[in-house]
């Protein structure tokens, strides 16, 4: 499958088509004081299926530790979640709202992957 992936991708560069869209998080009570406001989401298509870079902000450890990586191998695991409406763009929400309203569990991941669209939440210098 990852070379199946590899080949589909060889001749894209993945930054997408330069369409951008601000986004501002719903604040509550426990959110950070350090978390951003704002976000960027990027969109483009990568081996023709809808890729949406939307990296979590800087600011909550927890979530985004912005650790140097270099990435050698990868990993990849099915969240199991087989309820109405549990895509990848709902997964993103969930991470994306730990990161900015203060839902202090540590946790994160690069991508978040569908039948339909690709979701990018950390650098992949990252981890």
Not at 39 to 66: H, S
Not at 105 to 111: G, I, V
Request: with cysteine; net charge positive; hydrophobic share 30%.
């Amino acid at each position: 499958a990852v070379q199946n992936t590899e080949n589909a991708c060889k001749d894209v560069n993945g930054k997408g088509d330069g369409s951008t869209r601000e986004m501002t998080p719903k604040r509550q009570k426990r959110a950070l004081a350090s978390a951003p406001t704002q976000t960027t989401k990027r969109y483009g298509t990568l081996a023709r299926t809808k890729f949406v870079e939307w990296i979590v902000t800087a600011g909550n450890i927890d979530n985004r530790p912005q650790n140097p990586m270099k990435a050698r191998y990868i990993t990849i695991h099915e969240t199991a979640n087989t309820e109405r409406g549990a895509n990848a763009e709902a997964h993103a929400k969930y991470l994306y709202n730990q990161a900015t309203q203060g839902t202090f569990r540590t946790a994160s991941w690069h991508f978040t992957v569908d039948d339909k669209q690709i979701y990018q939440h950390l650098p992949t210098n990252e981890n």
